[in-house]
Structure formats: structure tokens, C-alpha cells
């Protein structure tokens, strides 16, 4: 069976490509139709639609509660579409409700079908289209009604509860869908901080009212579709592609019984074979962007040679739904030239439109300046403790935006635990929330993303970012370290601003440098390239770029020189000096520190160069030196060297304690990017520094100026030696140092500015996108 597949699954997929480009060539060379003008609906009455097909028990069931919460307006009106029924069922309603108005049809038309004889009898401008196994909230209309706020609203959706509360929600109303992998994917969320009106990506055909002229002016369900399935997914993307809105309404609710009709009528398989064949129409109708069509038939010519030579029948599409959708390709073809005609925005666009984010940039009216300002703040670490020095700047400037603005942070946590940690952030910001550590993208042999990136990579995220950008009027969105800016937006009235806290690509090549032995530089050096090319793919989406220092800014504006406007240094990286008390002397003797997180592998790579080169030569000169080791996720002692001159201290609550206590700081950082916190909390408390030129980027270029800067091992420990020979001068340079960090690198001055250029960013693009 597998080697017909392999044959016939590409010409299939060619043959329907080529078809349908052939009909958009068609398309383009004749004449578009004018659109109707945009008319807002009549939202005082609506009438309800109940297709129905041998469904008389779940009439009598829930018709009752159904009729009882239309009471409340005369020109409410309940029809039901009965698709050839042979259960009675029309019988049975005239007998008992004869309220409700019938249409019986000689034959089953498919829910479409009867769907759309209810839209054309309907005598109101709001339908409400139900399944038959569908009991409704006796308040569920009316918030339903008060969807409609504008003429360009389409259509909004109940939420949708199943009748046994111990069911698994496979279906909330809270409709999402996106494109990957050539195919079209959607999707229910739960999610019950979403309280208010809501963009979705479409409404369900069984619990959703809409707008019976703008549902008829774009052909209603669409027969290619029957008998079932897609139809909704449909409607609601043309509607979108149309310039339309989708709504969801949490505050009208509706109880489901799944499938109560059609499970009960059609064999799994069936269902399933009709869901896959639909899914490959949805695209051959709808997606007009030719790149994404080619892409979608490689897709579906490639699972359908897998799913064959796998044997693995939960994949799809096969060849036989290739074959059951290729045989509708005149009216596939039909169809797209109908929906391109009445599409007014792209594919891309129509996508991004039904996310909160996006339709808030899209469609609310923003301030130019708005007052406070709403932040949101992602971070995609721990902010409590600040346990690294990311950490640390995280955590300041979050202490001092909250001064100016309005914050709203999404930190990633590790465990469940560090909740608990985080409490001091909930009562600083206006709203928190915390995700457990994801799963990201699996990780795949040839990816050209880098593996930091595919790590972080997860649609609850996605998800949650849109909702907060939406429901809590987001001005801002701050981004913290690169491997998140994955998560921008490119809105038009939005700044997306990231902080990098290193330049990733410039870290990695640094450590490149490191390697002798070249049968090791293949991984790595792959990393370097797929680092390279994410940044400078995903760095000109941003609208503001941070950077720790003048020196990471020149070094990125040497790749991307049109961006260099957008960069900005001197924002970010800082402490609050306030915080640390000034202590030149009385410290320890003969005593070093070595502080860092050892889960950042520049930490691991700096302390292991310290103990093979440096510290022997110490301790040649002075074998009573102790060096002190403190720090998160610090190595087990037993992989240190032997010896009585090293203590290992590890995670401490407060640096603090060790900064003001230990004679010489030592940094021997050979890679990474980005300014060094630990270098300026050791300023700014007083102990005198011995650094690498790396180590000290961005702050000094100049030995003995505010530290002393040593590049070979010989100099380091002479270096450290000569301040621990003299306290005197070391003091003194501990005190340069202490004044520079006040005047240059302090928080509470850093971030005043920093909020300064918010109101510049906000205003600047929403001026602009105005004009």
C-alpha cells in the first residue's frame, strides 16, 4: 500500500495546487464586487435556530428552559429546521409547543444546510444558532445582545459547559486557532480570568448568535462543507478576513451534551474520516497566501506518505481524504473565488486579529498618553530571590517601576514552591501570574532554532500574554532576555521592548573562542549560527532595544545599522545603592570571593579557569588565601580541588553579608555578554575588584580606575595579590568605584528615565498609527 501512496499523494497534492492557483489567476483578472456597507444589527429581540434531525428526545428535554428564557421579548422566536426527521419530532413540537415555529424539509440538508433555511426564515437581525442537545442558562440571551457594541461585530459565542461538570471541557466557546506546519489548528480554552467580552477565533455553530446579515452576505455555512464539521471555523475566519469581529461571552452560558446527535447517528470512523476531509477544504478555501498553500500540501503530501509507510492510522490526512477532497475541487474552487472577493484583510492578519492582544492594537481607541501606564513584565526566570545577577535587575527595577506605573508580571517559576517566594511581588505589582517551567518545542536533530529558544517556546504563554494585553489594558510590553523575544507582537500602538541582557549571539561566540580542539567546535558553532539568525530575525520586530552597556549597543549596531535609532543603553542595568552599605575596610584577610549563579555556564567556565590557573600561583605567594565560593546551584564539593583553602558556601538569602565581610572580589569571566551585577553590588558595598576585560564590559576599560583588570593568569594573581598586599589602595579604589556606581548605575535614577522613554515609545506609535 505504501508505494501507490508515495505516487499518487503527490499528484493528487499537485493537481489541487495547481487547480486552485489557477482559479486565484481567474480571480485577479475579473472584476471584484462591490461590498454592502457595514449596517449595526437591531439587538432588542433575537430569534433562535434548532436544526434538528431525529432529535425528539432532546427537544422535549430542552425545550422547556429554552422557551422560558426567550419570555422576556415579544418579537423573541424560536424555529426549529427539521432535516427529514423520522422520529416524529415535528409532530411532536407542534403537539406540545406549538409556540415554536417549524420548518420541516423533505430531506436531510446537513447542519449547514438546515442552518441556513433558520437564517433565511428568521424575521430577527440576531440569530442564535443551537444544537438540539444544547440546554440553556435562563439568562443567556441577553448578554448575548449586548455583544453587538458595533457594526462590525459578527458574531459572539456562549460559553459552553457539558452537563456532567465531572466531563472534561473539550469545548468552552473560548475558540482559538493558528497555522503550523502547513495546516490549520484549533482549539477550546478554559480560562476563567477572561470575564469580559473576548475576541475568538470563531463562534460555535451550536451556541453562538450572529449578525443574520453580515452571516448571509457571506454565503452562510457553506454546502462544500456537508454534511458536518468546519462549517463555524469557516464562517467565523471569512468574517474576520471581512474586517469583522468574533466574540466571546462569558456571561451567557449554555450546558452541552457533545455530539448528543451526531454521535448517536454516525460511526466514529465516519466522523473522523469527515473531519479530516473538511480540514483539507478549510484550507483550499480560505488560505490565499500562496507561500502558506504550498506549504499546506507538502504538509498533507508528507503525512499522508508517513501515515502509510508507518501504518499509523491516528495521523492524517491519508490519501483517501486527499482523494474525497480533490473530487470537490470545482466547487473548492467556487468557493475561494468567493471568499477572496469578499476578504478585506490578509491571512496573516486574519490570524492575529482573534488574539487579545492584537485586537486591542486593532480595534480599541488608545491614549497618546495614557495615565498610569499599564506594563506587562515577562520574565522568563524566578524574580524572588534574585539569585543571578538577571535576577537582580529584574527585581530592582521592578521595585522601581511600580513607583511610576502600573506593572503586570508573568514570571516563569522551576518549582511550585517559589510561589510562595514571589509573594512580595503580589503585593507590589497590580497583577501577577505565574507559570510552572514548560514544555517547550521538542527538540529536534537540524532545528535552525537555538535550543535556549525552543526551551521557552509554549502556546500557554502565548496564550496568557495575549489575554493580559487585552484585560488589563497593557500600554507597554517589557521583555526581559532574548530567548522571550520570540513573543513579540509587531504591534502598530504597542511598543514591544526588550531588554537584552546579554548579546546571546556574541555570548556564544566568546566561548567559542575558548575551544582548541576542533572535533568539539561542530555543536556549538551550530548553536553560534542559529543564534545569529534568530536575533537579527527577531530583533527589528522590536520597537525599543536595551542593552546593558554603550558596548553591547556599538558591537549589535555593527549587524543591524538600521537599528541602532531603537537601541538604548543605560536603562536597565543597575541596583539601588541605597541598599548597600559602603564598607572600604575592616574586612577579612587574605580572603576572596567568588560569587555566582553556577547555572550560567560563563559562572562555571570563570571559576574553573580561577582554580587550574589562577589561584595556584595565590597561593604560591600567600598559602593562607581562602577563597570563598557563594552562589545558587553551586557544584558538589567533592569536584573541587582537595584542599583546605576552599570554602564552599553556596545559596545565601542576602549577598549582602558576603560583600561586606570577604577582602578582594574576584571576576574571572571569560565569555558571556552584558554588564555584571555582582560588579556592581561589589562597588557599591565597598570590596575592592579584580576582573577580566570581559567581566568588566561596559563599566571600565581602565586597570585600576574602579577595579583592577587582569587577562592572563599571571596578572590576575598579581592583581589580586597587590590588593591584598595594600588595603590601603585598595580602599581608595573601592571608593572611586563606590561614587561611579551611585552617579551612573544607580536604579531609582536609571528607571525614571527608563518610564520617561515608555511615555516616548506610546506616544510615538500611536501618533504615528493615527496619522
Sequence with gaps: MAIPVILAAPLLAAVAC?????????????????????????????????????GRDLLEKYMPPLLAAMAGHPDNEILVVDNGSEDDSVAFLREHFPQVNVVPLPHNLGFGGGSNIGFEKAKNDIVVLLNSDMRVDAGFLQPLLNGFTDKRVFAVSCQIFFSDPHKLREETGLTEGWWDNGRLWVGHRIDDKVKQLFPCFYGGGGSCAFDRRKFLELGAFDELLRPFYYEDTDIGYMAWKRGWKCLYQPASMVFHEHRGTIGKKFERTYIESIVRK????????????????????????????????????????????????????????????????????????????????????????????PEPLNVLFLSPYPICPPIHGGGVFMYQTIHELV????????????????????????????????????????????????????????????????????????????????????????FRKIPCILFEHDVYFQSIGRALEKIRNPLKLASPGFEYLRALRFELKMLPKMDRIQMCSEANKKYLAGFLPQLAPRMQAGLRAGIDTSRYDFKPD????????????????????????????????????????????????????????????????????????????????????????GVRVKLLEAFAAGIPVVSTGIGAEGLTERHGDICALADTPEDFATKTLQLLDDPAVAAKMAARARANVVDHWDMAVITRKLVGTYHDAVAEMRNRATN
Design 18 to 54: 495547481i487547480w486552485l492557483l489557477i482559479s486565484d489567476l481567474i480571480y485577479k483578472l475579473s472584476d471584484r464586487p462591490a461590498l454592502k456597507p457595514e449596517v449595526r444589527p437591531n439587538t432588542a429581540s433575537a430569534t433562535v435556530v434548532i436544526p434538528n434531525w431525529n
Design 278 to 369: 473538511n480540514a483539507l477544504l478549510w484550507v483550499w478555501k480560505n488560505i490565499h497566501n500562496p507561500r502558506r498553500l504550498v506549504g499546506h500540501f507538502l504538509f498533507a503530501t508528507g503525512n499522508a506518505i508517513l501515515s502509510a509507510l508507518s501504518g499509523n492510522r491516528e495521523r492524517g490526512p491519508f490519501l483517501r481524504d486527499l482523494w474525497n477532497a480533490a473530487k470537490q475541487l470545482p466547487g473548492t474552487a467556487r468557493s475561494r473565488s468567493r471568499a477572496h472577493g469578499l476578504a478585506t484583510i490578509s491571512d496573516e492578519e486574519a490570524f492575529r486579529r482573534p488574539r487579545g492582544s492584537h485586537f486591542r492594537d486593532t480595534f480599541v481607541a488608545l491614549p497618546v498618553k
Design 403 to 490: 513607583k511610576h506605573c502600573r506593572l503586570h508580571l508573568v514570571a516563569l517559576l522551576d518549582e511550585d514552591w517559589q510561589i510562595h517566594t514571589h509573594e512580595e511581588m503580589d503585593k507590589l505589582c497590580a497583577s501577577t501570574e505565574y507559570l510552572m517551567r514548560m514544555t517547550g518545542r521538542i527538540r529536534q536533530l537540524g532545528s535552525i532554532e537555538p535550543y535556549a529558544v525552543r526551551e521557552f517556546a509554549n502556546r500557554d504563554l502565548d496564550w496568557l500574554i495575549d489575554r493580559k494585553i487585552y484585560v488589563d489594558q497593557i500600554d507597554v510590553f517589557q521583555i526581559e532576555y532574548t530567548n522571550m523575544g520570540q513573543y513579540a507582537r509587531g
Design 586 to 673: 575592616a574586612r577579612t584577610p587574605d580572603t576572596l570571593l567568588f560569587l555566582g549563579s553556577f547555572r550560567h555556564l560563563p559562572n562555571v567556565e570563570a571559576l574553573q579557569w580561577f582554580l587550574d590557573h589562577v589561584f595556584p600561583i595565590i597561593l604560591k605567594t600567600r598559602p593562607a588565601v581562602r577563597l570563598i565560593l557563594v552562589g545558587s546551584d553551586s557544584p558538589p564539593r567533592h569536584s573541587l580541588p582537595d584542599i583546605p583553602n576552599i570554602e564552599l558556601v553556596g545559596f545565601v538569602e542576602d549577598v549582602r553579608v558576603s560583600l561586606a565581610e570577604y577582602a578582594v572580589f574576584v571576576c574571572p569571566i571569560l565569555t558571556g555578554s
